[in-house]
């Protein structure tokens, strides 16, 4: 079995990170990379709808939508019934895992292509709609009652996100842009798998930190992180054969159905839920979730789509 480079360079940070090596990493570094990748998602998501726009689309985006927003109320009563965490902290964590991991979609993206898989090239569309609806329904579980919710906060997150406006502005770019698009590919597309195996090498580090801390509820937190993203992850493949997407893309959309957000929903739960424990939060998602998606789920649900579509 070959296990991919930029794979490799993931399980690489983790192994310095655990045997205590000082890997020289600045954060303004691991921000840029981070910029780089979804500008690129995003291009590459603009560039595939100036052939691919359609009526179709609209109704395709309405049910991931609505993906978004059933996955944290399957999250949440687990979270507090078998793993009697408190409404506040069930609600936050279950909003992590309704929402979406950049980096795991881009991780999965660059596999595909290595392997030479096609996939229905929009789907930055769906990485960026399904960014926010978990973050309400997280909100809800939390708080019990909409009417709680702070609407500057609401407006704040909805209308002035960073993630989500870079992704959407590059998507618009890479769609109006045309053939100039192109004059940027050599950093955003010819180094995309370099780039996101510097970015996977840092993640290594701070999930070598977040194994670390593991202690109060680590076995069900363990369980969970596991558990959820194998439900979220099946959840997808059966949405992705409903909407007749190819191998490439009903591996996606069970990616997405997979992964949890460790940047868009800690930041927002900070702001809307200070507190909630968020040790407990990102160690789920980025300690457990994101190496497990890597590692196995990934690799697992590319055979999966290959052999259900």
């Known amino acids: 079995m070959v296990l991919d480079a ?3 360079f993931f399980i690489l940070g983790i192994v310095c ?8 990493f600045p954060d303004n570094l691991y921000k840029t990379l981070s910029l780089i990748l979804m500008i690129a998602i995003g ?3 603009g560039i595939a709808l100036q052939a691919h726009i359609a009526a179709s689309l609209v109704v395709m ?6 993906f978004g927003l059933l996955l944290p109320l399957i999250a949440y009563p687990l979270l507090r019934y078998f793993g009697q965490l408190d409404k506040i902290n069930a609600g936050a964590i279950a909003a992590h895992y309704g929402s979406v991991s950049v980096a795991t979609y881009a991780v999965a993206v660059a596999l595909l292509e290595a392997k030479q898989i096609p996939y229905e090239a929009y789907f930055p569309l769906f990485v960026v709609l399904l960014e926010m609806p978990a973050i309400i329904v997280g909100l809800i579980l939390a708080k019990g009652s909409v009417s709680l919710i702070n609407r500057h906060f609401l407006k704040k997150e909805l209308l002035a996100n960073p993630s989500l406006l870079l992704m959407i502005g590059s998507l618009v770019i890479g769609y109006v842009g045309g053939d100039t698009v192109h004059k940027l590919s050599p950093l955003f597309i010819d180094l995309f798998s370099a780039i996101l ?3 996977l090498l840092k993640m290594g580090l701070i999930a070598g930190q977040q194994l670390a801390t593991l202690r109060d509820n680590s076995l069900f937190l363990i369980s969970f992180a596991i558990l959820m993203p194998m439900i979220g992850g099946l959840a ?6 409903l909407l007749g997407f190819s191998a490439g893309g009903i591996t996606l959309m069970a990616v997405l159905g997979a992964s949890a957000s460790y940047i868009a929903v800690p930041a927002a739960m900070k702001e809307s839920l200070p507190e909630a424990n968020a040790g407990m939060s990102i160690t789920a998602a980025l300690g457990i979730t994101f190496p497990f998606n890597v590692l196995f789920n990934v690799p697992f649900f590319i055979a999966l789509g290959q052999a259900v579509s």
Not at 61 to 66: G, R
């Open 236 to 241: 997808g493949t059966g949405l992705g054969m």
């Open 43 to 45: 291009l590459k998501g």
């Open 61 to 66: 985006a309405l049910i991931v939508v609505a």
């Open 197 to 199: 195996a510097l970015f």
């Open 17 to 24: 990170q655990l045997l205590g090596a000082k890997i020289p």
């Open 6 to 8: 930029v794979i490799a």
